[in-house]
């Protein structure tokens, strides 16, 4: 499927954004040199892992237009999908999960349609999935099922694993 776009947010320390939508191999090949640049730090995402989104379709889409492999995968990640269905449980919101977790927590980003069209979507996206962090490292997501999954001591933590990679706004 072709690429319209690539985003992400980092933290150096103060909050930069990235974004491509050039060419489908040009947008590739900066998404490799941001991932080659940022190997120390975690790269959160949300079902980034699928074999039809994420990494894994991205490269599938280099080498299709390309004919050469390219690795695109951080050495640090989180799927915060998947952390948050084994801390909370799977049915800790309804589907689709990454707009009802945003509307059940007043964060923008919700979206109507399917595919990010334009920055504005992609900016909106990538602050939801920010909102979801940080309030999950301040112990203030909302979910349905506010009760622990049992599994929790194998899910990592976000505050641990964050703590030296997101800078906290000053109050």
């Known amino acids: 499927e072709m690429i319209h776009w690539i985003g992400a947010i980092s933290h150096e320390p103060s909050k930069k954004y990235f974004f491509e939508n050039k060419t489908e191999i040009q947008t590739i090949e900066k998404l490799k040199d941001y991932v080659d640049k940022n190997q120390n730090k975690t790269f959160i995402h949300w ?31 989180i799927d915060l999908s998947e ?7 799977s049915n800790y919101i309804e589907h689709p999960r990454l707009n009802n977790i945003a509307q059940l927590n007043s964060f923008s980003g ?5 595919e990010v069209i334009n920055n504005h979507d992609a900016d909106n996206r990538l602050e939801l999935i920010f909102s979801i962090v940080q309030a999950e490292i301040q112990g203030n997501l909302k979910t349905n099922n ?23 706004p000053k109050k």
């Open 83 to 89: 952390y948050l269905k084994k801390k909370y449980g």
């Open 146 to 168: 506010k009760t622990l999954q049992q599994n929790t001591k194998q899910t990592p933590n976000l505050n641990e694993t964050l703590s030296n990679q997101i800078t906290h």
């Open 110 to 114: 919700f979206m109507n349609k399917k």
């Open 47 to 77: 079902s980034m892992n699928r074999p039809t989104f994420g990494f894994t379709a991205i490269a599938e889409r280099y080498f299709q237009l390309t004919n050469k492999a390219i690795d695109l995968y951080p050495k640090n990640e």
